[in-house]
């Protein structure tokens, strides 16, 4: 089946430092989805992006999906200790027009103060 | 009401058990799904229904049986558990299967 590639696995960073996980399709894909899980909770929606070379902000996130749709980037600027979390991209491709998304592997973040 | 309800929070059964799992949520949405997902590891995804209908069942064994009895509720019913089971359950919404998904909180299962 297809796959979204998301590295790195872990990472860690001081706080205020800034961080970047990024996702990769071999496939044009639809869309991305971004998710956010913290520690013993759910996934939690951040944003989707459809357009090729798309970009998007929420405060200290940037979003940003590659101009051929194969690609995907989250970018947080100067991390805080409520970043703390498992950070997931879901891609999603047209076949048979079910649009489902598959999940990548997901970056933890870990934020020292 | 922008919430996915999931009971019980925590589930602990025997292999030789039958439990049942359930979801709610009342945003209209069309597309409900079951996740499984292990510790450090992303949602996998078991089955997705839309319009009520089953739409896919991602081989999962013949131990999991989904249920949708309306729009607003998903069941997932449990029999003949493997320890290798144990995880955390969660469910999700969304308008259509192309739309972003809200997750419930899940069920912690451990299966003795």
């Known amino acids: 089946g297809q796959q979204v590639m998301q590295i790195p696995q872990y990472q860690h960073v001081q706080e205020g430092e800034d961080f970047t996980t990024y996702c990769n399709s071999s496939?044009?894909?639809?869309?991305i989805q971004w998710y956010k899980q913290r520690p013993g909770g759910h996934p939690v929606f951040l944003i989707q992006?459809?357009?090729?070379?798309e970009v998007k902000k929420q405060k200290r996130l940037t979003f940003q999906f590659g101009e051929a749709k194969k690609n995907s980037s989250l970018h947080i600027t100067a991390t805080q200790t409520t970043d703390v979390g498992t950070y997931f991209c879901?891609?999603?491709?047209?076949?048979?027009?079910?649009?489902?998304?598959?999940f990548g592997r997901g970056t933890s973040l870990i934020v020292h103060p | 009401d922008t919430e996915v309800t999931q009971t019980p929070k925590h589930l602990v059964m025997g292999m030789t058990n039958k439990k049942s799992l359930k979801c709610e949520q009342h945003?209209?949405?069309?597309?409900m799904y079951w996740y499984k997902q292990k510790a450090k590891k992303p949602p996998e995804l078991m089955f997705v229904?839309?319009?009520?209908?089953?739409?896919i069942n991602e081989s999962v064994p013949s131990r999991f049986s989904p249920e949708c009895p309306n729009s607003s509720l998903l069941n997932l019913h449990l029999h003949a558990l493997q320890p290798e089971d144990s995880a955390l359950y969660l469910c999700?919404?969304?308008?259509?299967?192309?739309?972003?998904?809200?997750f419930g909180p899940g069920t912690r299962l451990t299966v003795l």
């Open positions: 999700a919404s969304s308008q259509y299967t192309y739309n972003e998904q809200f």
């Open positions: 496939t044009t894909l639809s869309n």
């Open positions: 879901a891609g999603s491709w047209a076949s048979g027009g079910s649009y489902i998304p598959t």
């Open positions: 945003m209209g949405h069309r597309a």
């Open positions: 229904y839309s319009y009520e209908k089953l739409s």
């Open positions: 992006l459809v357009k090729s070379g």
